[in-house]
């Protein structure tokens, strides 16, 4: 995401115009069977969606169908404390996961919110504010480690705190760590390491300290790839590769790679590179069911310059478009 404008200065509306749509609301999408829903961070609604993955076309308003589930913390009073009229503005994060048999939606949002949330209740597991209301610390990603502990990045912040969140909803004891422009967050439990992706790296943090008072210790680093001499390689996205074990989704502000842990490189060899790596990318991930990617880029005339309404799948390309959307990232909903 771009650096943020003033909280005064926020667009709540709707993105645009509107767009016309290239297929009537509803109209079924020749998405492979088994193909999962969609989730996206839809900031100019400001909410997490989850949607289907058989319309080419999804238009909430004209087609409620085509929304699966959706989450908001505004006017849900198990968040009030979080004040997320001021907190939850640009859903940045959105990830779904199972820790201990249920499943949970992880998010973030620029402006502080950064919480836990199980689905489809949306009942919290745990949530916290940094500084709402501005973008001081700007929580860019989170992930839930085994222990029940949650750790966040704020890339505006330049740091990744780990929660207890363990101790319960409204836990505000945490381990802190500096990382420049820190953008994503990944556990990995084949390594017990956590790894996290700033503006020039990419780091593995050894989790310390007990469950109660846990602690980060940096165990190695590696420079992400450097498309002009001097500029910084812009980390933006980091997510497992799934189906790959040993394999990391990384974006930079030039390309797509994967990260190979165990030669310690980036590679573009992996299926489709041709089509997916290219500069922009917010987000990225695949489903290993059917071999499909899917990624989200940038695209102009919206509200702002890191939106989109579209998400592009590959492996055949084809692409979804959400109306009067706001979109920064998309996830396949595949509960890990």
Known sequence: MAALPSRRGVLLGAAGAGIAAVVSPGVAYAAPSGTPAVM??????KRILVLDPQRAVWDPVADPGSVRWAFSPVG???YRDLVPGDSW???AEAKVRVHRGRT???TTASFGFAAVVAYPSGRRYWGAALGPGDDLFNPHSIEILPD????VACSTGALVRLYAASLGPHSERFAEVTLKGAHGLHWDGRREVLWALGDDELVAYRVGGSRVRPALTRLSSVGLPVAKPGKSPGGHDLFPVAGRPGRLWVTTSASVFQYDIGGGVFVQDFAGAAEIARPGVKAIGNDPR???ALSTVPESGLGETWWTTKVSVHRPPASHTLVNGGIYKARWWLPR
């Open 40 to 45: 996206v961070t839809e900031q100019a609604s």
């Open 76 to 78: 849900d009073p198990r």
């Open 89 to 91: 503005v640009y859903p």
């Open 104 to 106: 949970y939606l992880l």
């Open 148 to 151: 029940g502990n949650v750790a």
């Open 290 to 292: 059917t071999g499909r």
